[in-house]
């Protein structure tokens, strides 16, 4: 059974830093993509970041380049969101998924996201 | 980017009905489409990928449709458990998005 169980959110002051990890199992971690997607209380599901199999492809949305990073670590079946200068607008559940692909976006499994709250 | 525009926004629909959710890119996606739908509290759930393709698991009262900028998702026959939110989304091109969603509720 895939699970995506995700890990690390909390409450942090703007301009602060956070790291949060997605711990996978159930499937060949290697052979597929994955991503990093959040939903804003309320609203609707932005795609954040994403990464191919191998790291060899890594983007992100407009709203999160140059203050994100995603990486993965093979070895450790795990993906990793490293959030610096956080704003009051990142907060939101962030939901780490699974691609059917080795590089795409389809996104077949998600885990029950980590919630981050970015407020003075 | 590409906009993803859905319609409409919501719509009430009793059991048993056809419903019929559309999705426009802004420019051209091929066949580059997903559906997922979503319920209260939950992670969506991936329903349609490649405008057509029913994901294992999904009922096949489930369909897709469409190519180019144009997208229908349609449920042939609502059932109470299908009373929730749906996206579409592009996998395209970078970056990656989503319609705004179309919330399903109960008449």
């Known amino acids: 059974e895939v699970q995506l169980v995700e890990s690390g959110g909390g409450l942090v002051q703007p301009g602060r830093s956070l790291r949060l990890s997605c711990a996978a199992s159930?499937?060949?971690?290697?052979?597929?993509?994955m991503h990093w997607v959040r939903q804003a209380p309320g609203k609707g599901l932005e795609w954040v970041s994403g990464l191919t199999w191998n790291s060899g492809n890594i983007a992100y949305a407009d709203s999160v380049k140059g203050r994100f990073t995603i990486s993965r670590d093979n070895a450790k079946n795990s993906l990793y969101l490293q959030m610096n200068s956080l704003r009051v607008e990142d907060t939101a559940l962030y939901y780490c998924?699974?691609?059917?692909?080795?590089?795409?976006?389809?996104?077949?499994?998600w885990g029950q996201g980590t919630l981050v709250t970015v407020s003075s | 980017d590409i906009q993803m525009t859905q319609s409409p926004s919501s719509l009430s629909a009793s059991v048993g009905d056809r419903v019929t959710i559309t999705c426009r890119a802004s420019?051209?996606?091929?066949?580059?489409l997903n559906w997922y739908q979503q319920k209260p509290g939950k992670a969506p759930n991936l329903l349609i990928y490649t405008a057509s393709s029913l994901q294992s698991g999904v009922p096949s009262r489930f369909s897709g449709s469409g190519s180019g900028t144009d997208f229908t998702l349609t449920i042939s026959s609502l059932q109470p458990e299908d009373f929730a939110t749906y996206y579409c989304q592009q996998s395209y091109s970078m970056p990656r998005t989503f319609g705004q969603g179309t919330k399903v509720e109960i008449k």
């Open positions: 159930g499937f060949t971690f290697d052979d597929y993509a």
């Open positions: 420019q051209s996606i091929s066949n580059y």
């Open positions: 998924a699974k691609d059917r692909r080795s590089a795409g976006a389809t996104l077949d499994y």
